[in-house]
Each structure stands twice: as structure tokens, then as C-alpha cells.
């Protein structure tokens, strides 16, 4: 079910019915998956980080019984709370590491050139500023549309849209 | 590269991954589940037995003696409750509220929250047949009250003479920063909000340079100061108080039906563990020929988390260094509800942690250093031969800032309070008399470590605490 949709969908229908827990977990995990690797890179980082948000919304999943659209939009505002905490923390191990790598004589060029598409692009939104990473993980990550990331973030529509134009452009550039 | 190579790079998640986490997220739904009927029937207990203690005068004699026949003192022999129900205000005093069976009281009831290991030893899956912990022990608890009640003058008099809007710069992790928090608050509650606490999490690397520059005036650490630390704080000229305040301890706990393993060793939990056992060790017999073909379901921490860094260490000889097909959570509840449901699991948890709220599960013997193995158990703690999954947590006070009085206070409140609320940040409290010795090394104001830049696991404290520090 897509954050639009469910946000659109009448909530007499909504209350009619039990919640699937097994169906909104096979929707959502991979949106939550998605957005946390091009948040994170590392497949076993995504993997953590999905864990953590997924046990941290079932915890209180039952808030949300008749309530899906609400529970979407939650279990992704959980995903992004979780991976700003996992960077701010990475970000003083980066330092160390990165210490350590120069002293090996590997450049970042050659960092790149090693890693996966994905990797490749984290390690160039990692450039950016951590809300212009976060536009391009909602956006085709968790593939959301521009209007739910602009309810999420709180900008304007046709302002996401912009910013996501020029941000593509300014990777396409470094890529 | 466009918008459609971008949305391309979307990858389904790993099937195993999918699954593992399905299956966790189901345990975990169940857990809470039961949790909530538990709490919703003991809440009509409890409201239906008191209903029924007030309307029926023959319930309420009936009630007293049967406590008082199993020795527990009923409120209505203690003079400080009877009259806060005259309507009194109770005193502010700390030294005649503590000196009044009252404490006791709370001390008991806190006791009784993490007093859940004692039945380990008292549920009919007990395999170890020493003296259970000492949490509910009336004569233990009595000695902290006594503690609390020695030290409430001096407390009172450095919180008297503070002056407002002091601050005091408290690090740590793990157990230490929940221990450091629940203190806090406490505290600013009888400081009367007039010290201003920072509490920060810090990495225990990172922690030891910030006392060191002098950032932290108190740092909580899971092991004590390593030479180069020590250097680190010469060359900046600071010296240091080095305080045990708890233990961490961790119990390796397995199924009840695991009718085949009562104790294990080191070796043993890590060949189940280390990361070279991922996807090739599944089964119990893969690590001792005399255990059976059953399937290993492994339930351990989350990736950050102390324990698992603990665990790690003390089993793999690395912090971090685990496999990763386990199922990780930061509930010691959900690691007790998984291993209660499966035969084949085993998993480890903090040792206050709700272990005998069930009888599905029982906690190993560990093979220590000797040979010897032996049950978690308070004695086995305090005696260094639960090892090496219990460890002290000690404190580094900035030796100059020890002088204030805010840290005075800070630090004298902390030993003698608490080992009530330690429970609740999954760590073990001191016997009450070796928080007096501490007391005693802290108003001495020796400085140094007596650990000799070492390992602390193994070193009884009582013994290490006589020890003269050397900075």
C-alpha cells in the first residue's frame, strides 16, 4: 500500500476491517529496506537499522489498528529517526577510519571504484547535506511521491520537486 | 544516471533477512500480548484484594497475620506510616525518615522487582544449589538502609552549603549511563533541583580522554583505565578517584526442556558465537559430541548495545565479533519468551533481567577460569568466580572536582542510594559494607587505579579495594 494511498483511502473502509499485520509487514519492509540502504549503504547496516524500526513500531503496532495510513507514515518517520542516530554515531567512527585508511594510501577514488552502485551513491550523498540524502533516499528509496515527502519533511510539493531536480543533476555531475 | 537508474537501484530485501525478522517480530507481538493480559489481571487483583481489605475488617486482621506469621512487618507497626494516615506531613529529614523501618519497606518492594534471579535457584529447573541472591534479603537490606541513614548528615550538610546552579558533568555508557541517569534524577529531586546535571553518553575510549581534558568531572566505565589512558591523564595534569558502584553481570540462559546441558564452557559458547560459526554451526552437537542433533536457535543483544559488546569480549575475546544469523533484540524479555519457546535455544541476558517470571527457562553454569562451574549468583559475583560474564563497573572522579561540594554530594548520594535503582539499569548492586569501604576510599581521596591498567574481571573487590592505587 503506498503512503498516498493508504493517506487517500476512506476511513470507514479503514475501520471496517481488520489490519493484515502480515500484509502491511510484506508492503513495508521493503520500503523501510530501501530507504535505510540508500540512507546507510552497507546491506547489513540497512539490515540492522530495518530491524530496529520494525520492532520499535510492533512494539505499539496496536495504536494504529485502525489506523494503517497513519501507521506508514510512523514506521517511516521510526526509519529516519533511526538512521539520523546511526549516522551522527558512524560520522565519529568515520573519522577514525578514514584516518586509518589514509594511512594505507587507498584514495576515495579507488574507495569508489570498488564498491557497488548503491555503496557508490551513498558514499556521494554522504557529500550532501543530510537533508538533501534524506530527499533522495525517501524519493527513490522508499519510493515515495513528491507530495508525501513534502507531509514528511515539510516543504512545499513543487519545492521537493525542484530540490530533487537539482540534486539528481549535482550527482549526475560527481557520478 | 537518471531517475530510472536511481529507482532501479531498489533491491528486495534478502529472503533471510525477511524471514528472521518476521519471526522475531511475531515473538515479540505474542510477548507483549501476554505481557499485557499479565498486567491487566494483576491490575484487577490487585484492585478487587483491596476493595476487599477495606470493606471487610476480618480481611484486613487475616492479611496482617498471615504477614506477620511469615515475618514481614504489616504498616500498622510502624509508627512513621501511622502517622503520615494521621495526616501528617512526612519529614523532609533524611536521617529520621531513613532511620525509620520505612526505607526498609521501599527497599523491599524495589528488591522485589529484581529479585527475579533468586528463583533461578528456587524454580524446579534449579541447578545450582547456593545461597540465592541477596536482593530480598532482609538482613541486606536492612544494612543499606543503615548505610543510607550513616551517611544522610554528611549528605545533607554538602547539599546545604551549595549554591545554586552548580553543574556537574557526569559520562558513561551502557549500564553505567542507566545507573548515572536514574542517580540523576534522584538526586536533583534531593538536591532540591539546585545542581544542574549533565549526563552524556560517551564510549569508553572517548569517556576516559573527556575525564582526562577535564570535560567530564565523573566517568562511568566497564573496565578500568588502560596504561595509555593513564598517561593521557598525567600528561593533562588530572588525577583521578577510581569507585566501583555495581557489577554487570550476564546469564547465559536455555530452554528448560535442554535436558542435556546444565553447565557450559567459554569454548563451548564460542564455537556458538564467534563470526567463523555463521551458517555452519546449527546444531547443539556441532559444538560437544555428548549434546544431541537438535537445531541451535541463538537470541543475543542488538549490534549496539553493552551487553553484546560484553558478551563479545568476554566469550569471542573481541567486542562486536558475533555472528550475525541470531535473532538480536534490546529486550531481556523477548530474549526470555524466545528461549522459553524453542528446545534447541539458548541466549543471554542481564542477570536482573525477568528470568524466573517464567519456568521455561534456566540459567547455565559457566566453567570459569579454574575449571569450576558455577551459577550466577550474588556470592559467586562478589567472590570473582562467576566469571567472566559478571565484571564491576567502576566511576573515575576528577580528584580535583572531588572536593566540591556538589561532587561530594553527587558521589556520596550515588553510593549510598543506588543499590535501589540498580536493578532497573540491569546491573547488580555492592554488599552494602563494600560501599562503605568505597565511601571510606573516596573521602580518603587516594588517587590512581588499583587495577594496574588491567582487566578487572576476575579481581574480587573487597580485596582490590585494600589495594593502595597508583595514578
Partial sequence: ?175 | MNDQFLHRLREPPPLRFATTLKAKLDLRAAAVATRKRFLYLMSLLVIGGTALAFVSPSVRQLVASTLESVGLDTPSAHPGVRSRADGSAPSTNTASRVASPIEMEVLELRSKSVERPNAIAASPNAIDSRQPIGYSDRAANAQRAALISKHAQSLDADIAILSSDVHIRVGGAGATLAIFKVVGEEFGIHAKQKIRMSTRFSGVEDGFRKLCRGEFDIFGASRPILKPEMKDCAVQGTKFIELPIAYEVLAVIVNSNATWVNEITTDELKKMWEPAAQGKVARWDQINDAWPKQSLQLFGAFANSSSLDYFTDAIVGKPKATRSDYIGTDSANYVRNGVGRYTGAIGYVSYTSDIALTTQVKALKIVNSAGQPVSPSESAIVDASYTPLSRPLLMYVNAERATTPEIRAYVKFLLTHCAKWIGEANGVPLPADMYESVLAKFASGKAGTVFDGKSAIGVQLDEALARDPAQ
Fill in chain 1, 1 to 175: 500500500m503506498d503512503l498516498e494511498e493508504a493517506t487517500a483511502q476512506p476511513q470507514e473502509n479503514a475501520l471496517a476491517q481488520p489490519v493484515d499485520w502480515n500484509a502491511v509487514y510484506s508492503e513495508q519492509l521493503p520500503r523501510i529496506y530501501n530507504f535505510l540502504r540508500f540512507r546507510v549503504g552497507r546491506r547489513g547496516d540497512a539490515e540492522e537499522l530495518t530491524s530496529r524500526t520494525f520492532e520499535k513500531a510492533w512494539n505499539a503496532r496496536d495504536r494504529y489498528r485502525r489506523d494503517v495510513a497513519g501507521f506508514s507514515t510512523w514506521l517511516i518517520g521510526i526509519a529516519r529517526n533511526v538512521a539520523t542516530d546511526h549516522l551522527r554515531s558512524a560520522r565519529n567512527h568515520l573519522s577514525l577510519d578514514a584516518a586509518i585508511n589514509s594511512s594505507d594510501g587507498i584514495t576515495a577514488e579507488d574507495e569508489v571504484a570498488r564498491i557497488s552502485d548503491i555503496e557508490r551513491l551513498v558514499t556521494l550523498t554522504s557529500t550532501l547535506e543530510d537533508r538533501e540524502a534524506e530527499l533522495i533516499a525517501l524519493k527513490y528509496g522508499a519510493e515515495l511521491n513528491n507530495r508525501a515527502i513534502a507531509r514528511l519533511i515539510g516543504l512545499s510539493e513543487s519545492n521537493v520537486g525542484t530540490l530533487l531536480h537539482r540534486l539528481v543533476e549535482k550527482l549526475r555531475a560527481s557520478w
